[in-house]
């Protein structure tokens, strides 16, 4: 059974420093995923990682995958007030999605002036 | 293009009753599947189908049920609510093949009285 752990699970920060949030998982685990949600609304998808050594950045934030150590981080780059939601990490054991995806608790992320 | 379309966005119910929840894919997207998101377990994966199929169960109990049709759209059933079934319930559709994300609707939020 596939089990996906993040951490922190809530994180306070200033606008303008940099912070990772990490996403372990237990087994093999064909994609991971990584979402943001803002306070009541659904799911935002941010990025998809598909092989070891992927990085995909949008803006201020960057995702990579290090299948080996079944690790995932999602660094965030001189953070802005605008990036304050709650970000999962999800992960899925078949190709296609047959199994579902197992997220992680959130990474509940508030950034202040 | 459309996004996932759940409906209704909010329900209100009474211990024992039943529910119905609808979920629109996108167009094209032949796999959809079915999360509970609660503040104790987080997003838990419910079911997915492909092609009218269910292809797999997350651990929940047999008053869970739901269905796909064949144009894709999906229902989800809840039958004798209880209160602990309180939720947003997430639809995510997804074309189904290994390089694609799932796109996640706004949910509907399930509140048992």
């Known amino acids: 059974e596939l089990k996906v752990e993040q951490n922190p699970l809530f994180l306070s920060m200033q606008e303008g420093k940099n912070y990772t949030i990490y996403c372990n998982y237990s087994?093999?685990?064909?994609?991971l995923y990584w979402y943001r949600q803002d306070p009541g609304k659904s799911l935002e998808s941010l990025f998809v990682?598909?092989?070891?050594?992927a990085v995909k950045q949008e803006g201020r934030l960057m995702a990579s995958l290090d299948t080996k150590a079944r690790l995932s981080t999602l660094h965030i780059t001189a953070a802005v007030h605008d990036l304050s939601a709650t970000y999962f990490c999800?992960?899925?054991?078949?190709?296609?999605?047959?199994?579902?995806?197992?997220f992680g608790k959130g990474t509940h992320l508030i950034i202040q002036p | 293009k459309a996004g996932v379309t759940q409906t209704p966005r909010y329900l209100i119910k009474t211990r024992g009753q039943q529910v119905t929840l609808s979920c629109s894919p996108i167009?094209?997207?032949?796999?959809v599947s079915w999360y509970q998101q609660t503040p104790g377990q987080g997003l838990q994966f419910l079911f997915e189908?492909?092609?009218?199929?269910?292809?797999n169960k997350g651990n929940f109990p047999g008053r869970f049920s739901g269905r796909q049709f064949s144009n894709s759209r999906s229902e989800m059933n809840v039958s004798t609510l209880e209160l602990g079934d309180s939720a947003l319930y997430l639809c995510?559709?997804?074309?189904?093949?290994?390089?694609?994300?799932?796109?996640f609707g706004s949910g509907t939020r399930l509140t048992v009285v």
């Open positions: 995510a559709s997804s074309p189904g093949s290994l390089l694609d994300g799932y796109t």
């Open positions: 087994t093999t685990s064909d994609r």
């Open positions: 990682l598909l092989s070891n050594g």
């Open positions: 999800a992960g899925d054991r078949s190709g296609g999605g047959a199994d579902g995806l197992t």
């Open positions: 167009s094209g997207h032949r796999s």
């Open positions: 189908y492909f092609s009218e199929t269910q292809r």
